[in-house]
C-alpha cells in the first residue's frame, strides 16, 4: 500500500524538502518517518518547509551553473597517463579512476572517486572518452590516452 508523506529532508532518488511523493508504507514507517526525513502531509507542515525549499532550490540553480562553467573547462583537457608495458605491448597492471583523477587534479580541477563512472580499469594502452558526472544534470567527457613508458 503506498503512502503520501512530505518529504522535510532531501532524500536521493525520492525528492527534495517540500515535494510530496508516494512511496511505500512500510518505507515511510521504518525509515523516513524515524529518521525525520517526512511527515504526513498537512497545510502546516507544507508551509513550514516552503522556505527550506526555495532555499535548496536556488542552491541547486548555483551549483548546476557552477557544474555547466567546470564542464566547459574538461573539453580542452586531456590527460596522458604513462603505464609500464611488457615488449609484447601488453600493460602491466591496468588504470583506474584514482591515476584519471591524479591526473586531472594537475590540471587543478578536483574531483571525487564517485564522479568517474568507469565500467571498470583500463587494462589495454589506447585512448579513451571517460564520462564524469559534474551534477546530476551536467555530465562532461574527458579524453584519457594510455601510453608506454
Same mark, same amino acid.
Given at each position: ?17 517540500? /515535494?510530496?511523493?508516494?512511496?511505500? /508504507? ?92 568507469? /565500467? ?30
Amino acid at each position: 500500500m503506498a503512502l503520501e508523506v512530505l518529504l522535510m529532508d532531501a532524500v536521493p532518488g525520492l525528492g527534495i524538502e517540500g /515535494d510530496v511523493v508516494r512511496v511505500a /508504507d512500510g518505507y515511510a514507517r521504518n525509515y523516513l518517518f524515524p529518521k525525520g526525513k517526512a511527515s504526513a502531509v498537512t497545510e502546516g507542515k507544507k508551509r513550514q518547509i516552503e522556505k527550506k525549499r526555495m532555499e535548496r532550490l536556488e542552491l541547486m540553480r548555483k551549483e548546476k551553473t557552477a557544474a555547466e562553467e567546470l564542464a566547459k573547462k574538461f573539453e580542452n583537457i586531456s590527460c596522458t597517463i604513462a603505464v609500464k608495458t611488457a615488449e609484447s605491448g601488453k600493460m602491466f597492471g591496468s588504470v583506474g579512476s584514482a591515476q584519471i583523477i591524479e591526473k586531472i587534479a594537475e590540471h587543478g580541477i578536483h574531483l571525487e572517486r564517485n564522479q568517474i563512472k568507469l /565500467d571498470g580499469p583500463f587494462h589495454e594502452l589506447g585512448v579513451f572518452d571517460v564520462p564524469i558526472d559534474l551534477h546530476p544534470e551536467v555530465k562532461a567527457i574527458v579524453k584519457v590516452w594510455i601510453v608506454e613508458e
